[in-house]
């Protein structure tokens, strides 16, 4: 079935630094997919999505791109902060059977030191 | 705030037990779906409702049911609850059932002891 890989966590940085998180999927067909993220003690945030193949989503400076040659949706931001301490999930929309579930990876957490 | 509500926040109760956990979509979606998270098994799709009808399964147990009723709030019914149930259970809502966007609600945190 459809599956999704991203990097073992934990990631750890300091203020202003790049960052990327790689993610790579299995999927038949052309899934969306998205990236969430969840802060301590809360819920999923839709942190960005893209369609189709080529698309960029980006939201809070932060971006990725949907690479079908490379199966592939990397989430980068340039300049991170504090306040992105956060665990990120990539997911992919799984649409067998009419339905959209959501298949996704086992979460990066990543930490932001001042 | 996604708009999507979850009842209770928190629920502690004992092996053998029957619990039931609520949802309220966010305005106008008919789409509800219900997840679980837990340490060892990571983010799983368990069930989905639309506009009342059972949509699709995924690695949802015999022992857990659930349904959506008219007004399109979901119930999830946990019952002869084990140790391994213990995990956050999330609901999210969409519009309809196609490239929508899911927003997920704040979770239902189940300890079973």
């Known amino acids: 079935g459809d599956s999704v890989t991203q990097m073992e966590g934990p990631v750890t940085l300091s203020e202003e630094a790049f960052l990327t998180i790689n993610c790579t999927y299995t999927?038949?067909?052309?899934?969306?997919l998205f990236w969430y993220v969840q802060y301590p003690g809360e819920g999923l945030q839709l942190l960005l999505k893209?369609?189709?193949?080529?698309d960029k989503g980006s939201n809070k400076g932060f971006e990725a791109t949907y690479r079908k040659e490379t199966t592939s949706f990397h989430l980068e931001k340039g300049s991170v902060q504090v306040s992105d301490s956060a665990v990120y999930f990539c997911?992919?929309?799984?649409?067998?059977?009419?339905?959209?579930?959501?298949?996704f990876g086992k979460g990066t957490k990543l930490t932001v030191n001042p | 705030d996604s708009g999507v509500t979850q009842t209770p926040k928190h629920l502690i109760t004992a092996t053998g037990q029957r619990v039931t956990l609520r949802c309220s979509p966010r305005?106008?979606?008919?789409?509800v779906y219900w997840y679980q998270q837990s340490l060892d098994q990571g983010l799983q799709f368990l069930i989905q409702?639309?506009?009342?009808?059972?949509?699709a399964k995924g690695n949802i147990l015999e022992r857990f049911s659930a349904q959506q009723f008219p007004d399109l709030h979901s119930e999830l019914n946990l019952s002869s609850l084990e140790l391994g149930d213990s995990a956050l259970y999330f609901c999210?809502?969409?519009?309809?059932?196609?490239?929508?966007?899911?927003?997920f609600g704040p979770g239902t945190r189940l300890l079973v002891l």
């Open positions: 893209a369609t189709k193949a080529d």
């Open positions: 999927a038949t067909g052309y899934p969306s």
């Open positions: 999210a809502s969409s519009v309809e059932t196609g490239r929508e966007t899911q927003y």
């Open positions: 305005s106008g979606d008919l789409s």
């Open positions: 409702y639309y506009n009342g009808e059972e949509r």
């Open positions: 997911a992919l929309s799984d649409r067998r059977g009419g339905s959209e579930k959501l298949v």
